[in-house]
């Protein structure tokens, strides 16, 4: 399989680069800039994309390549701090901007040279996505100026002799209208790709892989439900069938038939689906608790115990499945952030048991790939479109304590929502949409009685990372039409509240 490779210089739409690529067919890895020569000989890739980055090339701590690797012959594209250490180690010079002139942010009009590999089939005109403030005031021997804008005269260079580039834009961004033909080109022009990276092939060879890796040997996996776990069991149970146990825990958190859904999804493999019936035992431990953060560490130590009680059972398990997925091994490369909440994945168990090896078949791929490789499998489409849902489930959506008849009056709640969502038509156009179960209880006037219930909150909102969110502005019908039903259909709530804050400052949930 062809492979490109991306060196991170700490930019923060890398993750995206790498996106682009995979859209494109064509496998990359991100790597650190400072990757060994040796290291990236043995990768053998296509292309080396550098990526932007924070710092300035010119200053004297800055990341910087082994100068070795424009020996290689491999092509490579310099994206904004990119194309500037391409440019100043290749012997041009990079200042910083002097005020208005060749700064720039944002879309900006830029007009290219057609005649460039990059541009090749493209208008001489559009609009990019700049983002710098130091700028190439001298171009390196052998490149040319192939791309200007009214500010900067130097937004893009090229020898095609030895097949290096540089972009002062971001074609990775969707707001560069032709930034993905440019890589296209850049990756098929340019580095020859045939684009054999596809799902259909991913699944074959880890299929044969995993039987190899695993023999005889039995398997054990976490199943919750959502996307990462259940594309993993898909896969294991594709490759080992019946030495696979998949644990299904039902903490009595989950919505309303999820259950159900899950378990249905997977009888078509023989593999061993075990679904724990573990509600009265969570309740139990979480009766009279309030504190989110307590609420979650019993959730996910009680949910640990089961699974050990299980894993005890079954015996013998050699390999533990994890559904740990690309972005979660880019970002693990990076500093600790500040832990707002200790979150609960469990796909992601800690390594508690005494496994020969954990196994992350799925290590490798973006979201979008992992759902690809979901259809491939044969999920159904609701499993495989899902929304994320938490691992403490609505046990962190019920604010408060937990108790039975709140879940039962949010599970209800949090379906019509849902139902209402889909009959408009809006189900695939919102990241995240679910009900949550306020402790606060208000007067209302029912027929010709008073009432004294709870009131439940909306909450939809669009993101395409979740680390930033900004409320769905849903249509006014489609909240009237949810809020008649829910106060009509549901006991024990007489209110309806739409949640129209982002995050920051608020988080999507609610705990
Ligand atoms: P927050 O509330 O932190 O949520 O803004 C961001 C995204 O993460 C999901 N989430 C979780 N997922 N275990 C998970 O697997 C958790 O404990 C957990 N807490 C929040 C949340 O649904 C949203 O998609």
Not at 201 to 221: C, M, P, S
């Amino acid at each position: 399989m062809q492979r490109v490779l991306i060196l991170d210089f700490g930019g923060q739409y890398n993750q995206l680069i790498a996106r682009r690529v995979r859209e494109n067919s064509v496998y990359c890895e991100v790597r650190p800039y400072d990757m060994p020569l040796e290291e990236i000989r043995r990768f053998a890739p296509i292309g080396i994309i550098f990526t932007g980055g924070p710092n300035s090339v010119y200053l004297p701590d800055a990341p910087k390549v082994d100068p070795g690797l424009f020996e290689l012959g491999i092509p490579i594209l310099g994206i904004c701090y990119g194309c500037q250490l391409l440019a100043q180690m290749l012997g041009g010079r990079v200042t910083a901007a002097q005020d208005d002139t060749a700064r720039e942010y944002g879309k900006t009009e830029t007009v290219f040279d057609p005649d460039c590999t990059l541009f090749r089939g493209l208008p001489e005109r559009s609009v990019t996505w700049m983002s710098h403030g130091d700028y190439m005031a001298a171009v390196p021997e052998g490149f040319r100026l192939v791309a200007h804008s009214a500010a900067c005269p130097t937004v893009g260079i090229c020898d095609e002799r030895r097949k290096f580039y540089g972009l002062q834009f971001h074609p990775e961004v969707r707001h560069s209208v032709y930034g993905g033909e440019m890589l296209h080109n850049f990756l098929y022009a340019v580095c020859g790709a045939v684009g054999d990276w596809t799902m259909a092939d991913y699944k074959q060879k880890t299929v044969a892989a995993l039987r190899e890796k695993i023999g005889d040997g039995r398997v054990l996996l976490a199943l919750s439900g959502g996307v990462d776990s259940s594309v993993a069991a898909a896969l294991l149970a594709e490759a080992v069938g019946s030495q696979l146990s998949c644990v299904f825990v039902d903490h009595g958190l989950m919505r309303l038939n999820e259950g159900d859904e899950v378990e249905a999804a997977f009888a078509r493999w023989d593999l061993n689906f075990i679904r724990v019936n573990a509600q009265e035992r969570f309740l139990q431990r979480l009766a009279g608790v309030t504190e989110p953060e307590e609420k979650r560490k019993i959730i996910g130590e009680e949910f640990i115990r089961v699974f050990e009680q299980v894993g005890r059972e079954i015996g013998s398990v050699e390999y533990l499945v994890q559904g740990t997925i690309y972005p979660d091994v880019i970002e693990s490369g990076k500093g600790e952030a500040a832990v707002i909440k200790s979150h609960h994945n469990v796909g992601g168990l800690p390594d508690y048991v005494d496994f020969k090896e954990i196994i992350e078949p799925l290590r490798l791929l973006f979201k979008d790939e992992v759902r690809q490789l979901g259809r491939e499998l044969g999920l159904p489409e609701y499993l495989v479109m899902r929304q994320p849902f938490p691992g403490p489930g609505l046990g962190i959506r019920v604010i408060g304590e937990i108790t039975r008849e709140k879940l039962e009056m949010l599970r209800q709640a949090d379906a019509i929502f849902r139902e209402e969502i889909a009959r408009a038509g809006l189900d695939q156009s919102s990241s995240q949409y679910f009900a949550a179960l306020s402790n606060m209880r208000s007067v209302g006037v029912m027929g010709d009685g008073r009432s004294y219930d709870y009131a439940v909150v909306l909450r939809s909102v669009q993101t395409s990372d979740f680390m930033t969110a900004d409320w769905t502005r849903l249509p006014y019908e489609l909240l009237d039409a949810v809020s008649v039903r829910i106060v009509n259909e549901v006991r024990g709530i007489n209110r309806v509240l739409y949640d129209i804050t982002s995050k920051p400052p608020a988080t999507v949930e609610f705990e």
